[in-house]
């Protein structure tokens, strides 16, 4: 048999997962998290060695539990956290701990592009909103701040990257230094127009363009495996997406109008628009879904930077769960829901994203009382999640005029079912979950198989399959419009009032 590896490499886990090449159904998959570094509040690493050592072991486990062998691996598809940017020199040694999406530390140099008048600008040349969530800044700031970044800069032997440029880099034997137009457009240094880097933009982050990837359709050939302890040399790496991206294209959204939400660490709302380069006028971001044959396909997006790394903070800062999967039988021992009517949970740890967008943002809950327990906390966390989620479709059904009555979901969470019951009620939503959840992967393989010439995406369309739906629950109809009421009430008042 022929399998095809996808990789992919998450916030706070890489996941190794085999996909038959010709049937192109979910064999197995292997996950190892990996640590995460807080130097300083609001400030978040990773250790590239971290990284390459989790796709190093959760490959070779897959093979082993599966009794595959690296040569039936015809083709590697990956998928990555996007915007965590990447330095290293030119043998693929690491030069700095690569600086997460989340973090927060170029806020100050985000203020100053947008109180000295780039903000438009970089919206209309990158589609992107001025925030220390993109990859620009953070290049930027390892130029101005760490010593080895700036050595390597001198001698030209630097390489900039999101996280695919250097697993792509370390699979080919330090050869291949190029990313696909998907991760390229969250670097804010790409014009979304022409899929090439920008000369304005380099010159305002002051990065030169001889330190990034070359970049390239999302399928295709992007270089072979080579001087690998665990998988034999020339493999062909022929499909690179962004994660979210690579979500939307797992749930088949291959074409103009379909949508999709991951709950990850962070959640994410992609509503793919097509070859239209739509401009958000409320708060979402225009981005690259793929590029393929020349051809670039866009869509808007609405990102939560917290989803489940909420439930993480109730497991690993207040103890009051001890696995992620607990939080939804004690969420379940509420059973008067009025006990929640004032309490409300922001899940702002890393600031908001779309489509308020506060980088400054602290996390809260608010309207406890002294009856108020574990349990409320818990359904509060969930209820979090799904409201800011709700702020997301709201956006989108503003900004296209689409009522937007069904959203295809994956991720973790979704095996959350309150959580997806919750949705359904605030978003008057139908909730679709597939059978796959591992979307993300699934997409990074459906990608690789097309840039090895296996398929195309038109034969894609019946791989897809749904598993159930949550639809909203008219008993709550009123509680749910209160939530709603205070949340956007609650929300103006404390995070939107400068």
């Keep these: ?99 997460v999406w989340q973090d927060r530390r170029t806020s100050e140099f985000c203020n100053e592009l947008r109180s000295t008048g780039h903000a438009e600008k970089i919206k209309t040349v990158t589609g992107l909103t001025v925030d220390p969530y993109f990859s620009g800044s953070k290049m930027q700031w390892l130029l101005q701040n760490n010593s080895s970044v700036k050595d390597a800069a001198g001698k030209n032997d630097l390489f900039f990257g999101t996280i695919d440029t250097f697993l792509l880099y370390k699979l080919s034997g330090n050869v291949s230094h190029k990313t696909d137009a998907s991760n390229a457009s969250r670097t804010m240094l790409m014009n979304l127009k022409t899929c090439d880097w920008d000369s304005e933009m380099l010159s305002l982050f002051g990065v030169k363009k001889e330190f990034l990837p070359s970049i390239e359709d999302s399928f295709g050939t992007f270089g072979v495996t080579k001087g690998l302890s665990f998988l034999p040399d020339g493999i062909p790496v022929t499909g690179i997406l962004g994660d979210q991206q690579s979500a939307l294209f797992g749930q088949a959204g291959f074409y103009e109008g379909e949508m999709k939400c991951t709950y990850g660490t962070g959640a994410f709302v992609l509503l793919n628009t097509g070859e239209n380069l739509v401009y958000s006028k409320s708060g979402l971001l225009t981005t690259v879904e793929y590029r393929h044959k020349g051809k670039t396909f866009y869509a808007l997006e609405g990102s939560s ?48 994203g779309s489509p308020h967008w506060n980088a400054d943002a602290k996390a809260s809950i608010v309207g406890l009382t002294r009856d108020s327990s574990r349990s409320h906390i818990a359904y509060a966390c969930l209820e979090g999640i799904a409201l800011s989620i709700n702020d997301l479709l709201m956006a989108m059904r503003k900004d296209t005029g689409l009522a ?19 949705q359904a009620s605030i978003s008057e939503t139908k909730i679709i979950k597939p059978k796959v959840i591992e979307t993300t992967a699934f997409g990074a393989a459906l990608a690789a198989a097309i840039g090895a010439g296996m398929t195309e995406i038109d034969q894609l369309k019946n791989f897809w399959q749904k598993d159930r739906e949550y639809v909203g629950d008219e008993k709550l109809n009123a509680y749910t419009k209160e939530k709603k009421s205070l949340w956007s009430k609650t929300l103006n008042q404390f995070y939107m009032s400068n």
Excluded at 70 to 97: D, S
Excluded at 308 to 328: H, P
Excluded at 404 to 422: F, H, P, R, Y
């Design 1 to 99: 048999m022929k399998y095809i590896l996808s990789i992919d490499q998450g916030t706070t886990g890489t996941t190794a997962c085999l996909i038959d090449a010709e049937t192109f159904i979910f064999i197995g998959k292997v996950n190892q998290e990996y640590p995460q570094i807080y130097p300083k509040p609001s400030w978040v690493e990773h250790n590239l060695n971290d990284i390459w050592s989790s796709v190093e072991n959760t490959t070779k486990e897959l093979l082993r539990s599966h009794n595959v062998q690296g040569k039936q691996i015809v083709a590697i598809g990956i998928t990555n956290q996007r915007e965590t940017t990447c330095a290293f020199n030119k043998a693929g040694i690491p030069l700095a701990n690569a600086i």
């Design 305 to 352: 930077y917290i989803a489940g790394a909420a439930v993480q903070w109730l497991r690993d800062n207040l103890k009051i769960i001890s696995k992620s999967s607990e939080v939804e039988p004690l969420a379940m021992e509420v059973k008067n829901l009025d006990e929640l009517k004032h309490i409300l949970f922001f899940p702002f740890f890393s600031g908001i």
């Design 404 to 422: 937007i009555s069904t959203l295809k979901v994956d991720g973790g969470a979704v095996e959350n079912n309150l959580l997806m019951q919750l």
